[in-house]
């Protein structure tokens, strides 16, 4: 079983950045995403991380500006998010899966944090 705690969220200023941490426990290492949703939006991909950290995958809403890490030491993922703009406003979520390959769907992750919210105001 593996348990995830997001942490990070805030309330910013369009072009402003915030970094967010995702904590694992239990089986750690997996591939891992972030989400995020602005209902009645569904959870959408925004950027994944393979087992390691050798492979990074990113929608292309977020490229250039985002950056997914990880350290696998602190069983810890990261999504530092720059030059925010107010469309980027959502809950967060950390999400993981015990196969390799890093997915878009969100229906292809077997675990889930409880989100942190962004906001981000013009």
């Known amino acids: 079983q593996v348990q995830l705690v997001e942490s990070g969220g805030g309330s910013v200023q369009a072009g402003g950045s915030l970094r967010l941490s995702c904590v694992a426990s239990?089986?750690?290492?997996?591939?891992m995403a972030w989400f995020r949703q602005s209902p009645p939006q569904e959870h959408d991909f925004v950027a994944g991380?393979?087992?390691?950290?050798?492979?990074?995958i990113y929608a292309d809403s977020v490229k250039g500006r985002f950056t997914i890490s990880k350290n696998v030491d602190k069983n810890t993922m990261y999504l530092q998010m720059n030059s925010l703009k107010p469309e980027d406003t959502a809950a967060y979520y950390c999400?993981?899966?015990?196969?390799?390959?890093?997915?878009?769907?969100?229906?292809?992750?077997?675990?889930w944090g409880m989100g942190t919210q962004v906001t981000v105001f013009s």
């Open positions: 999400a993981s899966r015990d196969n390799r390959d890093i997915r878009h769907e969100a229906s292809a992750y077997d675990y």
């Open positions: 991380i393979s087992r390691y950290g050798g492979t990074t």
């Open positions: 239990g089986h750690t290492h997996n591939t």
